[in-house]
């Protein structure tokens, strides 16, 4: 299974930007899918996560700004970022929990990640 991120870069606060992730290979299910962040000198956190087509989670951080979705025909999660400010700067994962054919459980898939960086 892997996940391929696209769509990082540089922007200006107050700019927009896209992350798309797209899960390939042989695998039974998919149960959720999500994007996590981590900034210089910190933790990796949560930033947003979707189970189903429309169940969502966000940081109190992204709340009203990034939205996150699913196409679950292709396997692939988005989230649109809006009103990005210099602090949303971080290297952006995508994560998947992922079911195999020959497993019961779901496990964690990541992708290898995405630059976002936001400055003036």
């Known amino acids: 299974v892997q996940l391929v991120e696209s769509g990082g870069g540089l922007v200006q606060p107050g700019e927009s930007l896209r992350l798309s992730c797209a899960a390939s290979?042989?695998?039974?299910?998919?149960?959720?899918m999500g994007w996590y962040r981590r900034a210089p000198g910190k933790e990796r956190e949560l930033v947003a996560a979707?189970?189903?087509?429309?169940?969502?989670n966000y940081a109190d951080s992204v709340k009203g700004r990034f939205t996150i979705s699913r196409d679950n025909a292709k396997n692939a999660v988005y989230l649109q970022m809006n009103s990005l400010k210099p602090e949303d700067t971080a290297v952006y994962y995508c994560?998947?929990?992922?079911?195999?054919?020959?497993?019961?459980?779901?496990?964690?898939?990541w992708g290898q990640g995405t630059q976002v960086t936001v400055a003036s």
């Open positions: 994560n998947a929990k992922i079911r195999q054919y020959s497993d019961y459980a779901y496990y964690d898939h």
């Open positions: 290979g042989t695998f039974s299910s998919i149960k959720a």
């Open positions: 979707i189970a189903g087509s429309s169940t969502t």
